[in-house]
């Protein structure tokens, strides 16, 4: 498996604290059965992300681990201005492996209309945004049409593996099973931060998803579009959904009364 959302970096953000910690997930990885990691820091108001230090982090990460797992590194990007002026100068600075796909998150409380030219803007310099989460964003879930109009316009998205598994409550978990059956989900990804409160559970993830909607759904979103992420191609699975804004207006069949005589 490929996991291309992890807090795997020491000292960065609210990850592992001290290499000891970093190393004991990196060790959880390699037993889930993930052979790529991709870290991701936060780059927000809280932390800073500074290229340098987590390309430095992860060469000193990868030295002990050797080939036994393959790391590269992105960002957890938050979406506010700063962030993404800067990322539309440099677009492969935040991005998975430095190629051309774009974790984006948004804030929990609101998300301005404005986002969705954000989003546009992105797109333009040639970055593929990746909707991180949203079964856990209390806007996405109240305006699930505005998760829908972004994967219709070309952006992708990311469930938490713990979301699938009722880690984070009911209505996350029937919010991600409701966006994987609509075929807006591409992206199965840990979220880890630590090996106990928020360890990385992708197998048993993987699992649940193999059995509700078969090995090949599961296989395309733990391996085969997170490794052509991490790769920087084309994902391989990708379906087409319907325009979520003509859907809106096609107005319901009227159910004719039904009279009853006796």
Known sequence: MVDIHCHLLPGLDDG?????????????????GITHVVATPHASDTFSFVPGLVEERRAELAQLLG??????????????????????????????????????????????????DAL???????????ITHPERNSVLCRQPVRLARWVYRGCYAQVTAGSLLGQFGGPAQRAAEEWIERDLVHFVASDAHNVRARPLRLRQAHD???Q????????ALF????????????????????NPDEAKTVPRPRRRKRFLFF
């Open 16 to 32: 592992p604290g001290t290499l000891e910690e970093a190393l004991e997930m990196a060790e959880a990885a390699i037993r889930d």
């Open 67 to 116: 080939d036994r797992l393959i790391l590269a590194t992105g960002c957890d990007f938050h979406m506010t201005f700063e962030n993404v002026q800067d990322a539309l100068r440099h677009p492969a600075k935040y991005a998975i492996n430095q190629k051309n796909y774009l974790l984006v998150e948004f804030a929990d409380l609101l998300i301005p209309p404005t986002m969705d």
């Open 120 to 130: 546009h803007q992105l797109q333009l310099v040639g970055l593929n945004p990746i």
């Open 208 to 210: 649940a998803v193999k």
């Open 212 to 219: 509700r909607w078969g090995e090949p759904l599961a296989h």
């Open 223 to 242: 391996y085969e579009n997170p490794l052509a992420a991490f790769e920087g191609r084309p994902l391989p699975w990708v379906r087409e959904i319907p």
